[in-house]
């Protein structure tokens, strides 16, 4: 398994949260931080290498 963070973002995108998850590859972690979305946006990370945003108002996804 391989640690993810999952950040929410706040105003001005400010991490005001963090959720952190062990998930078998980026596939995985990307429909676990989706569903994290809610009125703010969020981002997920591995490590220091960002794997995809997701922005609160569309709920689309956007791979970095």
């Not at 973002?9 to 952190?20: K, M, P, S």
């Amino acid at each position: 398994m391989t640690v993810y963070r999952a950040y929410i973002v706040g105003r001005h995108d400010q991490f005001i949260g963090v959720v952190q998850m062990d998930c078998a590859d980026d596939d995985s972690a990307v429909t676990s931080a989706s569903r994290l979305v809610d009125s703010h946006d969020v981002e997920l990370w591995q490590m220091d290498r960002p794997v995809a945003r997701f922005d609160a108002p569309s709920k689309q996804i956007r791979r970095k």
